[in-house]
Nanobody
Framework: QAQLVEAGGGLVQAGASRRLSCAAS????????MAWFRQPPGKEREFVGA????????LYADSVKGRFTMSRDNAKNMVYLQMNSLRAEDTAVYYC?????????????????WGQGTQVTVSS
């Protein structure tokens, strides 16, 4: 059974860095675009970033551009989200997702595998 498991969340101070990881198992996702979404408390889920199947093209939400970076290691079936200069407004549950296509997209409906999420809380 294919699944995605996020790790690396926790409580961090504003201005600090944190790296989230997403471990895929049950099947290879090397042909799938991968993405991170997040859901801040009391708000709708929102797109954070996406990376294509070979890691050559990435998309980011304007709110994280220049601070967050995605990477992937297809040999290890892993995806990462490096978060720098964290802000209080980055507080959210972060979800890893795998797409039905190989190119990076922002639309949640294209992603058919989702992890359970990891909480990131940024204290100001």
């Amino acid at each position: 059974q294919a699944q995605l498991v996020e790790a690396g969340g926790g409580l961090v101070q504003a201005g600090a860095s944190r790296r989230l990881s997403c471990a895929a198992s049950g099947r290879s996702f090397s042909s799938s675009a991968m993405a991170w979404f997040r859901q801040p408390p009391g708000k709708e889920r929102e797109f954070v970033g996406a990376i294509d199947s070979v890691g050559g093209r990435q998309l980011y939400a304007d709110s994280v551009k220049g601070r967050f970076t995605m990477s992937r290691d297809n040999a290890k079936n892993m995806v990462y989200l490096q978060m720098n200069s964290l802000r209080a407004e980055d507080t959210a549950v972060y979800y890893c997702a795998a797409a039905t296509v190989g190119w990076a997209v922002r639309i949640a409906s294209v992603y058919n595998y989702w992890g359970q999420g990891t909480q990131v809380t940024v204290s100001s």
